[in-house]
């Protein structure tokens, strides 16, 4: 592991995607979102999937220009046609969207189509709740997962995902947790680090349990809670893929290694003020009681504490803005060669 400071990872990854051809907006963006997840202790959605993502860019499998267009259906519902942007860049616009129109009606919904791999939810979650709105915020993805009964993949990893604001507005209730039985980047990273996984996370091409990361990785990820964790990702395939009008039913594109055209992921957000039945103040004092209660309970054996949804993300963010965001020894030869390739300095 080598440690990297966060704004010299920021720095480095919107100059690679500034020179690729991104307006210095979006480079910003998508560069801030990737670091943010590094921040969180999320790392299988931070830097590590750079290289797919100028992969997919270089390959015109996504649009380095991306012409965004919102298509007004009601008071409080607008649709994003994404262009074939990064993901990034059309669902940070969709959360703005609803946002403002939570804001503005109460409830904000925005259905996105024609994006790609949007990163780590939590991105959007957090915007919300730093906007006094809960929100929920569905994606599809390309088949990793089967449906119950069956023995080959069709449906997406994806995250089922829901924010709101508490009293510290840098340490919202943040519950962003893939359908799988764990993110399937952990499995490339395992396999990168010959780090055996639990037997119960994935079976291998054959349907044979295996504990190998790599052959987890190119064969069948498991769901989480079996049938519950493959029905929700199947609702998410239905509310973020048909109802958005995005790509489905095992249609997208996987995102790191098929590059024949636009995955067409879809996305959908939904957004309400806190105070759309009560007061804001109310809703706060409320949710604080609810954690203070919680974290009262006898603790479980082995838990020192007890902590919400998001808590165990803001805690590593302390602790890596004091010490630095650790990279593995693959994650740093990648992004030398990056640097290689693009001319520009070495962030390590």
């Keep these: 592991m080598q440690k990297i400071l966060n704004s010299k990872l920021k720095s480095f990854t919107e100059a690679i995607l500034k020179k690729i051809g991104l ?49 007004k259906i009601s008071q409080s519902a607008f649709h994003l046609n994404g262009d074939n942007g990064l993901g990034f860049i059309s669902a940070n616009e969709g959360m703005k969207k609803c946002v403002q129109l939570a804001k503005k009606n109460g409830i904000g919904l925005v259905g996105i189509s024609n994006s790609n791999h949007f990163g780590m939810a939590a991105n959007y979650l957090e915007f919300a709740a730093k906007n006094n709105c809960i929100s929920w915020v569905f994606t599809n993805a390309s088949k990793a997962l089967p449906p119950h009964g069956a023995m080959a993949p069709f449906f997406g990893t994806s995250p089922f995902a829901f924010g709101c604001p508490t009293k510290n507005k840098n340490k919202p209730f943040i519950l962003d947790m893939a359908s799988s039985s764990v993110a ?99 809703f706060i004092k409320k949710i604080e009681y609810g954690i203070k209660q919680v974290k009262q309970l006898k603790k479980a054996k082995g838990f020192k504490k007890i902590l919400h949804p998001g808590e165990p993300e803001y805690l590593d963010e302390m602790r890596l803005k004091r010490s630095g965001i650790n990279l593995s020894k693959e994650t740093v030869i990648e992004l030398k060669k990056l640097a290689s390739q693009y001319k520009i300095k070495s962030p390590i």
């Design 184 to 282: 399937r980047g952990k499995l490339k990273f395992a396999a990168q680090n010959n780090i055996k996984i639990p037997f119960g996370y994935a079976l291998d091409k054959f349907g044979k349990p295996t504990n190998d990361g790599q052959k987890a990785f190119e064969g069948i990820m498991l769901p989480f809670g079996g049938m519950k964790g493959a029905g929700l990702s199947w609702m998410m395939d239905i509310v973020a893929g048909i109802f958005t009008g995005a790509n489905h039913s095992g249609k997208v594109k996987n995102a790191i290694n098929d590059f024949s055209g636009p995955a067409n992921v879809g996305h959908l957000m939904i957004c309400m003020r806190t105070n759309l039945f009560q007061s804001h103040k109310s």
């Design 23 to 71: 307006s210095s907006a979006n480079a910003k963006v998508v560069s801030k979102m990737l670091v943010r997840a590094d921040e969180r202790g999320v790392w299988s959605h931070g830097i590590v999937r750079l290289p797919v993502y100028i992969q997919r860019l270089n390959k015109n499998a996504a649009n380095t220009k991306p012409k965004l267009k919102f298509k």
